[in-house]
């Protein structure tokens, strides 16, 4: 299996991205990596390690790098040599198996999107990552890719949440919930209540409407919303927990007496961020496209950078592209 | 100033209500209550409380109770001695100021928006609430009365919410922002965009686009989005905060060492508990209806209800509607 990986990309660029790669490397025997990026600057940082297995890694210089902040439009038109979409073109070149990049979303998304194209039958890609909870992880999709959707668009996410979730967790007939302002039929707009009906009549382990609150209960296996909520339901969970942290920060360093708290407390407030670390679930996918694209955080370190990249390993194991052009197939059949 | 308290609303009825109004009345020598409700089981709880000022609350009888999943249209028209519907008919028939309920959202809305009318220029109520956040509270509207709001709504939704904010936290100019998926321009769907236009061209204090995690913030005064948003942001903040809450307890209460830390660490907690305290909170008002009423948590304690009683003041003391009625002419003029 061939990755390619979009080196110079995030916050951090080959400084977290070529150190992940070695490591993901070591521990899979039958990968081989893509390095691409300003050559130059991929091989100071692979000199700065040593031990790796030469012959499985391959740089690829690409000249230009695609800004986290450049328009997406901009990036696709004139950086026709960035490290991303050269990392993107081996996929259709056949040369890699999958890309990942903790670039620019936008860019990335609108540069994976016309250099692969959309699978038939699903019109616009769809953003989808694991999410901590507490009995569980539960899949959300849309996350902010599209803004609005339709009701036949949430169907197609869920019937690729489903496939995903149950090629990288192994999970028979994945259950699927509808985010909804209530989880009584009449609640919602017509959008929703449509979507519901296309769910109910498909072959899809169908649950019903889910509330905000679900996505953290992680009962459900898969959420399907679109990427307006997902965005704003995301960002929002982010919100609190910031606000919690802060708050406990200027709580704990209010005394000596809160400050021993905090240092006997240590270990609990360790292992509560360790059950909620995003690093954990790094690696959102890029999931409608001919070709697998995960895209990772672009504040990721080492081994959130690494997450990603075998949570890109898991779905070329699956062929989870293939897996859903045909099961969209059969569904679209069904429900016809 | 007279209050019509809907004595029968919420998951406790009169055991909150009753307790919550007396104690709102000690702290107030110029309001007087008006409890509406079955009057045998509400002058039960009135005799459980000692030295109140009998001449300042009025019991009014109401045959019946809306339940609380009961469908609000069904609840509209066949409910019609019930204790939501006689407070809101006090307010109608200039007997009551305001009213409080911690009865059926959908039910309370539908009934309040029928009885007492919206506000000419006002398309549909919203509902408003102030949110905790880091640097202070922002006010967040619609929180789940209206699914599909256009640009126009949203506009109508923050002159709302400016005058709320300026009405009960003497605030001049609010700060206003759009909630969206992202903070440029070219981001969000249509109805944003528009709204955005709308606000920028207004002589409102409009901020531009914000995104979920501003709502914990607390920079921004108010924070406008439709109901569908306002809901899926809130719920699922409030499942951030319980599985971080359960992850608390469970690593806390793992050894001996882990429950010593809880206990040091118990001052602390409350500490943030008390800074996040939903009861805090409570009270979100009805908008861009003629006349002032305050849904109350359906959960709310005798502290947090008393609490939705004092929004309802403050609301009076401002004529909240009235300036509504008058600031959207001239916002509407100024846009036309």
């Given at each position: ?103 620019n979303t ?132 982010e919100g609190?927990a910031e ?94």
């Amino acid at each position: 299996m061939k990755i390619a990986i979009d080196a110079m990309g995030g916050d951090f660029g080959p400084e977290v991205t070529v150190p992940a790669s070695l490591h993901v490397l070591r521990n899979h025997p039958n990968l081989s990596l893509i390095l691409v990026g300003k050559e130059e600057i991929v091989c100071q940082e692979l000199e700065k390690e040593e031990g790796h297995d030469a012959s499985r890694i391959e740089v690829h210089h690409a000249s230009e790098v695609v800004e986290m902040d450049e328009s997406p439009s901009l990036a696709l038109k004139r950086k026709k040599d960035s490290s991303m979409r050269i990392a993107i073109n081996l996929i259709k070149e056949g040369k890699a198996d999958a890309c990942v990049s903790a670039g620019n979303t936008g860019a990335l998304m609108a540069t994976a999107r016309f250099v692969l194209r959309m699978l038939p039958g699903i019109d616009r890609p769809a953003i989808c990552s694991a999410m901590p909870g507490i009995a569980g992880s539960s899949h959300l999709l849309d996350l902010g890719a599209n803004v609005d959707s339709s009701a036949e668009q949430l169907f197609q996410f869920a019937v690729m949440g489903s496939i995903l979730k149950s090629a990288v967790e192994s999970i028979n007939a994945p259950s699927i919930g509808l985010l909804n302002v209530g989880e009584e039929e009449i609640k919602g707009n017509e959008r929703v209540k449509n979507a519901a009906k296309l769910l109910t009549e498909s072959n899809l382990n169908y649950m019903g409407f889910v509330e905000g609150n679900d996505i953290y209960k992680g009962e459900i296996d898969v959420i399907v919303c679109d990427g307006f909520m997902g965005n704003v339901a995301l960002k929002a969970s982010e919100g609190v927990a910031e606000m919690l942290t802060t708050f406990a920060k200027e709580e704990f360093s209010r005394s000596i007496f809160t400050k021993l708290a905090a240092l006997m407390s240590r270990p609990v407030l360790n292992a509560i961020r360790k059950r909620t670390d995003p690093r954990r679930y790094n690696g959102a996918s890029l999931l409608g496209l001919k070709g697998i694209v995960v895209k990772s955080h672009g504040s990721a370190d080492k081994l959130s950078y690494a997450h990603a990249i075998e949570e890109a390993m898991k779905e070329v194991e699956k062929s989870v592209p293939k897996q859903i052009e045909t099961q969209l197939h059969d569904h679209l059949e069904l429900s016809a």
